[in-house]
Nanobody
Framework: VQLQASGGGSVQPGGSLRLSCAGS????????VGWYRQAPGRQRELVAA???????NYADSVKGRFTISRDNAKNTVSLQMNSLKREDTAVYYC?????????WGQGTLVTVSS
């Protein structure tokens, strides 16, 4: 199982970015996939997740601004991030729990600054 996260970058406050997590050796459509982030000096936290049935949940801090979605044909899970704030600055990771183990992507850095 390998996860490849991409799409990070630098953006001004109020801007948008779209992160993508591509999976190999795993079918996203039948698994829950989550996006997490870790800011400097802080613990890793759940940002958003999508279940195999399409149910989604979001951290309160990103509700209404971020949207998680899945493309089964491409076997990817995306995180559309709008109205970005400085406090969204972090390394973002995708994760899939599978058979008792957690599989993580390598992380992609999002920097929100003016």
């Amino acid at each position: 199982v390998q996860l490849q996260a991409s799409g990070g970058g630098s953006v001004q406050p109020g801007g948008s970015l779209r992160l993508s997590c591509a999976g190999s050796g795993i079918v996203f459509g039948i698994n829950t996939v989550g996006w997490y982030r870790q800011a400097p000096g802080r613990q890793r936290e759940l940002v958003a997740a999508i279940t195999s049935g399409g149910a989604t949940n979001y951290a309160d801090s990103v509700k209404g601004r971020f949207t998680i979605s899945r493309d089964n044909a491409k076997n990817t899970v995306s995180l559309q991030m709008n109205s970005l704030k400085r406090e969204d600055t972090a390394v973002y990771y995708c994760k899939v729990p599978l058979f008792g183990d957690d599989y993580w992507g390598q992380g992609t850095l999002v920097t929100v600054s003016s």
